[in-house]
C-alpha cells in the first residue's frame, strides 16, 4: 500500500512539473521583449589575437591562457557580460535590452590556439566572443593533418562546433586580404579609382560571407578591418551594408557608445588591444 501510495506521490509531482514547464515556455513566448530606458550605452571591446600555453613566446599579439582566463574573472568580478553581435543590433535598431554593463570580446586571425585555448574558457565562465576568421586560411588549414597551434588557423569543423556553441559567433577578416603589399589588408590604395576599390572589396566580401555560411550556415554580421586599415572617409561602410554586414570593428584603442535608433554607430567601432602588458583597468 505504502509502495503504491508513493509512486501516485512521484507521478503526481512530474505531471506537476511537466505543466510548469509547458505553462512557462508558453508564456515566455506571448511575453513582449523588453525595452531598455537608456538611450545610450557605453561599449567597451576588447581585441585578443593569439592565446597560448604558458610555454610559447609573447608579443604584443600574444598573451597567455592564463592571463586571458584573469581577464575573465576580472570581467565578471566586476560584473561585466559579455554581448552578440545581435544584441548590439537590436539594440540600436529596436531599442531591446542591453546588460547593465556590456562588454565584446573579439579575436581576429582564426588562429588555432583560439579553439584549444580561448574557446574552452569562454565555456567555462558562460561567455561569448566574436572570431573574425580568414577563409582562405580556413581553407589551407582543413587539407592539413598537422597544425602548429602558434601560427596556423582552425579548420572548417573546429569553426562549426564553435559556432553551433552558445559561446562563440563567426565573424569575418577578408577571404584573401589580410596581407600588406601596394594594399595593406582591405584598405583602398591611394589614387585608386572608387569603383575597382569597390568591386574588389565586394568581391572578397561576398567569398568570405558564402564561405562562412556553408561552414557555418549563417553568414557573418560582424566585419573585422586587417590591420585595422579603413578608408577614413568612411565610404567602405556602404560596401560592407551591401555585403550585408550590421557592424565592423577597428584597431582605434577608444569607448564606444551605442545609440538607440542610430544603427551607423555600429560601424568603425572602436577596440582595445589586449597585449601581456595592457592593464585592463585602464579602460573600465
Avoid at 79 to 85: D, E, I, L, M, S
Avoid at 93 to 110: C, H, M, N, S, Y
Wanted: net charge negative.
Amino acid at each position: 500500500m505504502k509502495i503504491k501510495y508513493y509512486l501516485f506521490l512521484i507521478l503526481l509531482l512530474l505531471g506537476t512539473l511537466c505543466y510548469s514547464a509547458s505553462y512557462m515556455s508558453s508564456v515566455s513566448a506571448i511575453l513582449p521583449t523588453v525595452a531598455d530606458t537608456r538611450t545610450e550605452v557605453e561599449l567597451p571591446i576588447l581585441m585578443y589575437h593569439k592565446i597560448v600555453d604558458g610555454t610559447s613566446p609573447s608579443d604584443e599579439y600574444t598573451i597567455s591562457k592564463e592571463r586571458f582566463e584573469s581577464d575573465l574573472k576580472w570581467l565578471r568580478d566586476k560584473g561585466f557580460t559579455t554581448v552578440t553581435t545581435r544584441q548590439l543590433i537590436d539594440f540600436a535598431e529596436k531599442g531591446e535590452a542591453l546588460p547593465e554593463k556590456p562588454v565584446l570580446l573579439t579575436f581576429d586571425d582564426g588562429y588555432l590556439n583560439n579553439y584549444l585555448y580561448a574557446f574552452p574558457l569562454l565555456a567555462k565562465y558562460h561567455m561569448t566572443g566574436v572570431f573574425s576568421v580568414i577563409g582562405s586560411e580556413i581553407e589551407n588549414a582543413s587539407e592539413q593533418l598537422n597544425r602548429n597551434p602558434l601560427g596556423q588557423s582552425m579548420n572548417s569543423s573546429e569553426i562549426k562546433e564553435m559556432s553551433d556553441s552558445s559561446y562563440a559567433e563567426i565573424g569575418s577578416h577578408t577571404f584573401n586580404l589580410h596581407r600588406i603589399s601596394e594594399r595593406k589588408g582591405a584598405d583602398k590604395i591611394p589614387g585608386e579609382s572608387q569603383e575597382t576599390y569597390e568591386n574588389l572589396l565586394l568581391e572578397d566580401l561576398n567569398q568570405n560571407n558564402e564561405y562562412i555560411e556553408k561552414v557555418t550556415g549563417s553568414p557573418p554580421l560582424l566585419f573585422a578591418w586587417p590591420y585595422g586599415a579603413y578608408p577614413p572617409d568612411r565610404s567602405a561602410d556602404k560596401i560592407l551594408k551591401e555585403a550585408g554586414y550590421k557592424l565592423s570593428v577597428t584597431s582605434y584603442q577608444r569607448m564606444n557608445t551605442i545609440q538607440q535608433g542610430n544603427p551607423e554607430c555600429l560601424f568603425g567601432l572602436k577596440r582595445f588591444l589586449r597585449t601581456p602588458s595592457f592593464d585592463i583597468e585602464q579602460i573600465f
